[in-house]
Nanobody, 124 residues
Framework: QVQLVDSGGGLVQAGGSLRLSCVAS????????MGWFRQAPGKEREFVAA????????YYADSVKGRFTISRDNAKNTVHLQMNSLKPEDTAVYYC????WGAGSDYPSRYEYWGQGTQVTVSS
C-alpha cells in the first residue's frame, strides 16, 4: 500500500509559478506511474499530467502543455509538478495519484492511491 502526501500549493498572481510535491511512503515507488489531477469547485476532476515509472515518458493535458512539467525522483519517492505562467483558470485543488504497474494514464479510475490534495489559487 502507498500513502501520498501532497504539498506546495498556495496563492499566486497570474503569470507566477508554483512547484507542487508529492511524497510517497513505501519501498516500491518506482513500480508506480504517477499522475496529477485537479478539481475546481463545481467541476469534475480532470487530468493534468502523468509520468511513467522511470520518468522517461510524460503526458500532459492540452491546457497545461508548455507551462507545466512533471518529474520524479525515485530515490526520494517524490514526484513534482512545476507550474509556470499560471492562469486564473488553473485554480483548483491538485491531487497526486499512483497507478501500480501503469504507464501513465489520463483516466482517474486507473489510479489506486490518491493524495489529500493541495489548493492552488491564481489571482488575476
Amino acid at each position: 500500500q502507498v500513502q501520498l502526501v501532497d504539498s506546495g500549493g498556495g496563492l499566486v498572481q497570474a503569470g507566477g509559478s508554483l512547484r507542487l510535491s508529492c511524497v510517497a511512503s513505501g519501498r516500491t515507488f518506482s513500480s508506480y506511474a504517477m499522475g496529477w489531477f485537479r478539481q475546481a469547485p463545481g467541476k469534475e476532476r480532470e487530468f493534468v499530467a502523468a509520468i511513467d515509472w522511470s520518468g522517461g515518458s510524460t503526458y500532459y493535458a492540452d491546457s497545461v502543455k508548455g507551462r507545466f512539467t512533471i518529474s520524479r525522483d525515485n530515490a526520494k519517492n517524490t514526484v513534482h509538478l512545476q507550474m509556470n505562467s499560471l492562469k486564473p483558470e488553473d485554480t483548483a485543488v491538485y491531487y497526486c495519484a499512483a497507478d501500480h504497474w501503469g504507464a501513465g494514464s489520463d483516466y482517474p479510475s486507473r489510479y489506486e492511491y490518491w493524495g489529500q490534495g493541495t489548493q492552488v489559487t491564481v489571482s488575476s
